[in-house]
Nanobody, 118 residues
Framework: QVQLVESGGGLVQAGGSMRLSCIASRSIFSENVRGWYRQAPGKQRELVATITSSGRTNYADSVKGRFTISRDNAKNTVYLQMNSLKPEDTAVYYC????????????WGKGTLVIVSS
């Protein structure tokens, strides 16, 4: 099975930056969407950003202008550059990969914790 492993989380000060990475253990179907989701304690998981295999992106309104998602298909890796971090960005960030075909596979990483102190 495909495994997704996130890295790059940790503790940062408000206003700081952090870059998350997520590498897949093996190649995923070429037509796929990679994304980042996050979940704060006691709250629902929410979409942060997604990026298609062709590079089209989508962002939650709360992170637009601050976060940038990118991918390196050759490395089976997706990144999330987070700038101007706010305390409300504190959450466990999960990596996601989904094939774009009907009935396609959906994969999730185990998450990496990001804490933004004020």
């Amino acid at each position: 099975q495909v495994q997704l492993v996130e890295s790059g989380g940790g503790l940062v000060q408000a206003g700081g930056s952090m870059r998350l990475s997520c590498i897949a253990s093996r190649s995923i179907f070429s037509e796929n969407v990679r994304g980042w989701y996050r979940q704060a304690p006691g709250k629902q998981r929410e979409l942060v950003a997604t990026i298609t295999s062709s590079g089209r992106t989508n962002y939650a309104d709360s992170v637009k202008g601050r976060f940038t998602i990118s991918r390196d298909n050759a490395k089976n890796t997706v990144y999330l550059q987070m700038n101007s971090l706010k305390p409300e960005d504190t959450a466990v960030y999960y990596c996601n990969a989904r094939t774009s075909l009907p009935g396609g596979m959906d994969y999730w990483g185990k998450g990496t914790l990001v804490i933004v102190s004020s």
